[in-house]
C-alpha cells in the first residue's frame, strides 16, 4: 500500500498522555500504548507532539531501539528537519570515544 504521509503540524495536534505522536528522523510514532519506557512514561508525555529525534537521539542508540518501535510507526513526515548541527557532532564525538574504546570499563575500578 500506500505509505501515509503527516505534517509536523499534524503530528503537534496529538499532544495528550492517550493521544502521544512524535517524530523521531523524520518518521512518525504513536507512542500512546507504549508502556514500558525504562525511564517511565512521563518522559513520553513531555514529548508528545513534538519532533523529539534530538533528545531521543542523545539518549538511545537508534539501531536497537527503532525496531522496537517499528509497531508504532504511522509514516513520514514531509517537512521534518534535519538533525541540528549540534545533535550530528554529539554522533561524530560519540562514535570517535566508542572506536577509542573510551565506553569500555574494568570492574575492578569500581572494586576500591
Known amino acids: 500500500g500506500v505509505e501515509k504521509e503527516y505534517t509536523i503540524a499534524e503530528v503537534r495536534k496529538h499532544n495528550k498522555c492517550l ?3 512524535i517524530i523521531l528522523g523524520g518518521k512518525a ?11 517511565g512514561y512521563s518522559i513520553l508525555e513531555q514529548c508528545a507532539g513534538t519532533d523529539s ?3 531521543f537521539s542523545v539518549n538511545h542508540d537508534p539501531e536497537q531501539v527503532l525496531p ?6 504511522l509514516g513520514e513526515v514531509k517537512d521534518a528537519k534535519e538533525p541540528s548541527a549540534v545533535i550530528k557532532d554529539f554522533h ?6 566508542e ?14
Open 68 to 73: 522496537l518501535l517499528q509497531k508504532y510507526y
Open 29 to 39: 510514532y504513536d507512542v500512546s500504548g507504549f508502556d514500558s519506557h525504562p525511564g
Open 99 to 112: 572506536a577509542e574504546g573510551l565506553y569500555r570499563t574494568d570492574v575492578m575500578y569500581y572494586a576500591k
Open 92 to 97: 561524530d564525538l560519540d562514535s570517535h570515544f
Open 53 to 55: 529525534t534530538d533528545a
Open 19 to 21: 493521544d502521544n505522536w
